[in-house]
């Protein structure tokens, strides 16, 4: 049913800033929860952040420390990730996923619609 790429992976130096996106395609989000999530090299699955398009409320993991903000674009089908004061640890393969649900949650097993992955490394 729903499509999800995500885009703008890279390498970036620490403390730099990146800007991901992840685009739906085939459904319009409006009855979606959205969320990002990524997975560090050999460690599993972590949940980064959240947003319910319908009304922009946001939830994030407490790693972020502020760090990160996830927004959407309700035109365009689209969520972002812009990650600043970018670490080391960031480093990871990040996530679109999404779930029909009013509710938002923090586990990978919830969401049954995912992207494809985009990988960011972090460089000293």
């Known amino acids: 049913q729903l499509q999800l790429v995500e885009s703008g992976g890279g390498l970036v130096q620490a403390w730099g800033s990146l800007r991901l996106s992840c685009t739906a395609s085939?459904?319009?989000?409006?009855?979606?929860?959205m969320a990002w999530f990524r997975q560090p090299p050999g460690k599993e699955r972590e949940f980064v952040g959240a947003i319910r398009p319908n009304t922009g409320t946001t939830y994030y993991a407490d790693f972020v420390k502020g760090r990160f903000i996830i927004s959407s674009d309700n035109a365009k089908n689209t969520v972002y990730l812009q990650m600043n004061s970018l670490k080391l640890e960031d480093t990871a393969v990040y996530y679109c996923?999404?779930?029909?649900?009013?509710?938002?949650?923090?586990?990978?097993?919830?969401?049954?619609?995912w992207g494809q992955g985009t990988q960011v490394t972090v460089s000293s």
């Open positions: 996923a999404a779930v029909i649900s009013v509710l938002v949650y923090r586990q990978p097993n919830n969401y049954n619609y």
């Open positions: 085939g459904r319009a989000f409006s009855s979606y929860s």
